[in-house]
């Protein structure tokens, strides 16, 4: 498919283990967001790659989360020590561009379950 | 104050009804703007961007109201397939990209 691709689509994992979540976005998007979305919420912005370069991570929560994008394609997103609280939807989204008026494509995204 | 607020529901309507969701948006700088669709368990899909003459899509209709500092969507008739929540998308031009997300209104249409 030509869509955003994640993988898992669903993670369970014991508190204090890490994890790392993976995002295809569409070939040739330079763009690349991750966000979390919890229960009843909108999605939160976590961070943002203009191509291999990750130019905010403001959302990050905590120092526990990390992402990459080290080709400029393929995204990971990290999250060391899980704690409950980072039980959530996992979204990653990517744009042709980098202006904000282009929309943002989403993959399905990951369902983040912390024990 | 969040940046971009919408009213979370439910809209419980009866098909065929006319149904208007508002989001209003706090930083004056927003540019662009949005309306994704997201059905349970799904991801975020675009509905429509928001122009600041308006614009129309079918049964929607979305309009931007820059000195007020709100964008709204209007459904004709609807359609059962229209339940959903509609999440309310803001963007500032700067450097890049940034949009931030409202908390999206659910939308119940009743046969």
């Known amino acids: 498919g030509a869509g955003v691709s994640q993988s898992p689509r669903y993670k369970v994992a014991k508190r204090g283990q890490d994890v790392a979540l993976r995002c295809d976005p569409i070939?040739?998007?330079?763009?690349l967001f991750w966000y979390q979305q919890a229960l009843g919420q909108g999605p939160e912005f976590l961070t943002y790659?203009?191509?291999?370069?990750?130019?905010?991570k403001s959302g990050l929560p905590s120092d526990r989360f990390f992402a990459e994008r080290p080709e400029g394609s393929v995204s990971t997103l990290k999250i060391q020590r899980t704690q409950q609280e980072d039980s959530a939807v996992y979204l990653c989204?990517?744009?042709?561009?980098?202006?904000?008026?282009?929309?943002?494509?989403f993959g399905d995204g990951t369902r983040l379950s912390i024990l | 104050r969040k940046e971009v607020e919408q009213d979370p529901g439910p809209f419980n309507v009866p098909e065929g009804a006319t149904v208007a969701f508002n989001c209003t948006y706090s930083?004056?700088?927003?540019?662009?703007f949005f309306w994704y669709r997201q059905d349970c368990r799904k991801e975020p899909k675009l509905l429509m961007s928001?122009?600041?003459s308006g614009n129309e899509d079918g049964r929607f209709t979305a309009q931007l109201n820059r000195a007020s500092q709100y964008i709204s969507l209007l459904i004709r008739d609807s359609k059962l397939s229209d339940s959903a929540t509609y999440l309310c998308v803001g963007g500032v031009s700067g450097g890049y990209q940034k949009v931030t997300f409202g908390t999206g209104t659910k939308l119940q249409v009743i046969p």
């Open positions: 070939s040739g998007h330079v763009s």
């Open positions: 790659f203009q191509n291999e370069a990750q130019l905010d």
């Open positions: 928001v122009y600041s």
């Open positions: 989204a990517s744009s042709m561009g980098v202006n904000s008026n282009q929309p943002q494509h």
């Open positions: 930083n004056s700088a927003s540019q662009s």
